[in-house]
């Protein structure tokens, strides 16, 4: 693909991207931050809050999926695989960027957090949700797959937290802190296979048609 054709792709996805959900998501976070800024003092209310701002942030990034002009770029140049990428990169900026504020929120508050472990369980959220969205439009046919992004990312959230010790996903640094997170590094890397799944071209794999002679 040529920078021209990129270039060509770029212009019309700022317009075809849903940004409301991803600013809302922003404005609630910073919020959220100066409502709640003493309790980053404390490492425990500190923990709980950025795992918060990271729910949020991927709720309103996971409509980035969203596209009522998907049928007209059918016939794109581009795959349907580098059209996703772009969206996706989108959806990591617009999580990165509140994310990196909380850290530096908290940092200058001179509180220690576990931002390695912190950031494998927001990357998983995050590809949760992308997949799901994903899934919804290749076999649902819809093209607004973000409403069905919340209720999965809060029932995986709110499940966790009802999960025995021993399958624990989330908690405070301390034993166990590392299983936990090798089970969010397999709830990553499933979803990361079904994005690659669902991010195919839907044509990809069928036969040619056959030309029978007259």
Same mark, same amino acid.
Request: glycine residues 8%; hydrophobic residues 60%; proline residues 6%.
């Given at each position: 693909?040529?920078?021209?054709?990129? &270039?060509?792709?770029?212009?019309?996805?700022?317009?075809?991207?849903?940004?409301?959900p991803?600013?809302?998501? *922003?404005?609630?976070?910073?919020?959220?931050? %100066?409502?709640?800024? #003493?309790a980053?003092?404390? !490492?425990?209310?500190?923990?709980?809050?950025?795992?918060?701002?990271?729910?949020?942030?991927?709720?309103?990034?996971?409509?980035?999926?969203?596209?009522?002009?998907?049928?007209?770029l059918?016939?794109?140049? #581009?795959?349907?695989?580098?059209?996703?990428?772009?969206?996706?990169?989108?959806?990591?900026?617009?999580?990165?960027?509140p *994310?990196?504020?909380? +850290? +530096?929120? &908290?940092d200058?508050?001179?509180?220690?957090?576990?931002?390695? @472990?912190?950031?494998?369980?927001?990357?998983?959220?995050?590809?949760?949700?992308?997949?799901?969205?994903? @899934? &919804?439009?290749? *076999?649902?046919?819809?093209?607004?797959?973000?409403?069905?992004?919340? =209720? %999965?990312?809060?029932?995986?959230v709110?499940?966790?937290?009802?999960? !025995? =010790?021993?399958?624990?996903?989330y908690?405070? =640094?301390?034993?166990?802190?590392?299983?936990?997170?090798?089970? +969010? +590094?397999?709830?990553?890397?499933?979803?990361?296979?079904?994005?690659?799944?669902? @991010?195919?071209? !839907?044509?990809?794999?069928? !036969?040619a =048609?056959?030309?029978w002679p007259?």
């Open positions: 693909m040529t920078v021209r054709q990129v &270039v060509s792709l770029l212009r019309p996805l700022r317009s075809a991207i849903r940004w409301q991803g600013v809302a998501s *922003w404005g609630l976070i910073a919020l959220l931050l %100066v409502l709640k800024d #003493s980053l003092d404390d !490492p425990g209310s500190a923990l709980l809050l950025v795992r918060a701002i990271g729910v949020m942030a991927v709720l309103g990034a996971a409509f980035v999926l969203d596209d009522e002009a998907a049928a007209t059918e016939s794109s140049p #581009s795959t349907v695989a580098w059209r996703r990428s772009l969206r996706f990169l989108t959806a990591a900026i617009l999580v990165a960027v *994310w990196a504020v909380a +850290w +530096w929120r &908290v200058a508050h001179g509180t220690s957090a576990p931002w390695a @472990g912190l950031t494998i369980e927001l990357a998983a959220l995050l590809a949760l949700a992308l997949a799901t969205a994903a @899934g &919804v439009t290749r *076999w649902a046919g819809t093209t607004d797959p973000g409403v069905a992004t919340t =209720p %999965v990312v809060f029932g995986v709110l499940g966790a937290f009802q999960l !025995p =010790p021993r399958l624990a996903l908690g405070a =640094p301390g034993p166990g802190w590392d299983a936990a997170h090798l089970r +969010w +590094w397999v709830l990553l890397a499933a979803a990361a296979l079904v994005l690659l799944w669902c @991010g195919r071209d !839907p044509a990809a794999g069928r !036969p =048609p056959v030309s007259h």
